[in-house]
């Protein structure tokens, strides 16, 4: 096949276009750089010169190459010059009337052959494409930032662009390294449409107070894998721009999940849009530097220190109560693994065996260390000699009758001022705590799966928890290597409140087939730099663990957005549960 489009025009020279014409002529294109004026078209000129030095130097690149792809690019600022374009790509700012125009310029230069394509992030490429006579070849070509390293391009179709002309968009993609998907004409495309009302809940999230700056972010990068925290991203991208896609998706969703948190507008009205002016949710040493300078580090509640923790307890014998036993012990803490029965206490101490047998295996821990942590673990089939110890924490079945019947149980055994800690992911603590005649030494350690792994705890503290609880369980987890993040009862605490919208959305976007699973699941790890894509992860979760904290989540805020996509519903109650019975959003069995 003839490789789509040997000549390029790139309209609009900026962060994007420079890094767009530079992507095409180093796949041996020809490229006709336009810029608006003289003075412009020169700047850009030495900005693509010195950013492909800065590729030769750094290994990108060789001279050859760059003298090759130097000479296939000419920059001027004549819109004329486009005329000898097999595509034209715009880049300019983004503005509704600013790209019409433009798009109406060109339709007058250039052949009725020539395809036009359209950088913008959030506006409608159907507007931008009834702006021309030639509606069936014009589509949107939708690179990241920074264009040399991001390998996703949303090829975007309206209802209008001709079949083939988004196939040769996408094999020109292909062509230039990238990997391309297919969108629809919706504002933030996939990878917008899913991160911006992400980012979003956690503006809010943050607004309301609920949990710290620094807390929501580190929740996220540690209790997802996230290259980077909502609040952080946010002001990486610039306020004013996150505030524009949101106000545009909302525009054609009429989702409240969409509606800008006023917390955006505020910071913009201020001028404070993030890295870029120095000051955003962060303050930064200086405009565009990346380095915080107002780091909280004081402690949240001055003067309160926790109580002494020597010895612990853990209910459950499953795979978190196993893990929590692991963290515990291998930080040197006496722990009694407290199952029903001593024969499934046993059998959990067995199965911790094998995972700190595995950790010496991978040279994680010497064989030493391996019986110091299993000689602290003490399996025992009775809730009745957790007597004497200082805490304790329950990982039982995740049904709000049994932690009850335990919570009561624990209130009649364990010693006065001990603390009852319950890792719940979706149950209100609370309604733990009122099951004792001591709410005020209940708390939620909310450890992620593997918890000898997952380096985040969240820590939720119930209206009657006392301060000195709360202090015990975040000294403890900085004893035993944890990450501690606060936040307050409510469903979702801080992240599945944020990660289970988000997921949710992801399956209403396949169930309106406006992309496919792996077209979206390619688009977030490429997009975002996500370890998983959406339906990855949930069919690592399971669709039924996903579809509970939904309705939860769901249950308490109301919100009509966060009501569960009917097609996880239905795949639940076909039974494709994800990988554990071998079919969910894939089938995995055949693989
Ligand atoms: N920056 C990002 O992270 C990013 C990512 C993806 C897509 N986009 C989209 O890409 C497009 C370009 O954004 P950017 O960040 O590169 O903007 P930018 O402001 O860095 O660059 C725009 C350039 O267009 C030039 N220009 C303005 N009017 C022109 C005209 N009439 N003719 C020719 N050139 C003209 C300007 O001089 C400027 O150099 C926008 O639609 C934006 O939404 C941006």
Do not use: W
């Amino acid at each position: 096949m003839e490789r789509p489009f040997p000549t390029v025009a790139v309209v609009g020279l900026g962060t994007m276009g420079t890094g767009v014409a530079v992507a095409v002529a180093r796949s041996g294109r020809r490229v006709i750089g336009i810029e608006a004026d003289e003075k412009s078209a020169a700047r850009a000129l030495a900005r693509i010169e010195e950013s492909t030095a800065h590729a030769v130097a750094r290994e990108r690149l060789t001279a050859e190459e760059r003298a090759g792809l130097l000479g296939r690019l000419t920059v001027g600022h004549a819109l004329d010059a486009a005329a000898e374009a097999d595509l034209v790509i715009e880049e300019v700012p983004e503005q509704l009337e600013l790209k019409r125009e433009l798009f109406a310029e060109l339709d007058r230069i250039c052949p009725a052959g020539t395809v036009f394509a359209t950088g913008t992030t959030a506006l409608s490429v159907t507007r931008i494409a009834a702006a021309t006579a030639r509606p069936d070849r014009v589509l949107g070509l939708h690179f990241f930032n920074p264009v040399h390293t991001m390998k996703l391009v949303e090829v975007v179709r309206t209802v209008l662009t001709a079949p083939q002309v988004a196939e040769d968009a996408a094999a020109l993609a292909r062509d230039l390294g990238k990997e391309p998907v297919a969108a629809g004409d919706r504002a933030g495309f996939v990878v917008n449409g899913l991160l911006f009302a992400y980012l979003n809940q956690a503006a809010a999230m943050y607004e309301s107070k609920y949990a710290t700056r620094e807390d929501i972010d580190a929740a996220m990068r540690l209790g997802c894998g996230l290259p980077m925290g909502p609040l952080a991203l946010l002001d990486l991208i610039g306020v004013d721009t996150a505030r524009t896609v949101l106000e545009a998706m909302y525009e054609q969703s009429r989702d409240r999940l969409h509606a800008p948190a006023p917390i955006l507008g505020q910071l913009v009205s201020a001028g404070l849009l993030g890295r870029k002016t120095g000051r955003g949710f962060y303050t930064y040493e200086a405009p565009g530097s990346s380095r915080v300078v107002d780091t909280a580090t004081d402690p949240a509640r001055p003067g309160v220190t926790g109580r002494e923790v020597r010895s612990i307890g853990v209910c459950g014998s499953g795979t978190m109560a196993t893990g929590i036993v692991e963290v515990f012990a291998k930080a040197g803490y006496p722990v009694l693994l407290a199952a029903r029965s001593l024969e499934k206490a046993e059998r959990a101490k067995a199965q911790l065996a094998k995972s700190l047998e595995r950790s010496v295996a991978r040279g994680r821990l010497t064989e030493e260390q391996r019986d110091a942590a299993l000689g602290l673990v003490t399996p025992v089939g009775q809730y009745g000699e957790l007597a004497d110890v200082d805490l304790v924490v329950e990982a039982v079945a995740e049904d709000l009758g049994v932690k009850r019947e335990l919570f009561t149980a624990l209130d009649a055994i364990v010693k006065p001022g001990a603390v009852l800690a319950t890792t719940t992911s979706s149950l209100p603590v609370v309604a733990c705590a009122s099951a004792t005649r001591r709410p005020q030494d209940v708390v939620g350690m909310h450890f992620f799966n593997p918890a000898p792994a997952m380096r985040l705890v969240e820590v939720v503290s119930t209206v009657l928890t006392a301060p000195d609880v709360t202090a015990t369980v975040l000294e403890l987890c900085a004893k035993v290597r944890k990450h501690p993040v606060e936040c307050g009862d409510r469903a979702g605490f801080i992240v599945n409140a944020l990660l289970f919208p988000y997921l949710n959305d992801a399956v209403r976007m396949l169930q309106e087939h406006y992309a496919t699973v792996d077209d979206i699941d390619t688009a977030m790890k490429l997009g975002c730099g996500y370890p998983m894509g959406p339906f990855e992860l949930l069919d690592v979760v399971g669709l039924d663990v996903s579809l509970t904290i939904e309705q939860v989540l769901h249950q308490e805020f109301r919100e009509p957005g966060l009501a569960a996509a009917p097609l996880l519903e239905h795949l639940v109650a076909a039974g494709c549960l994800g990988r554990k019975t071998g079919r969910g959003f894939r089938d995995h069995a055949r693989r």
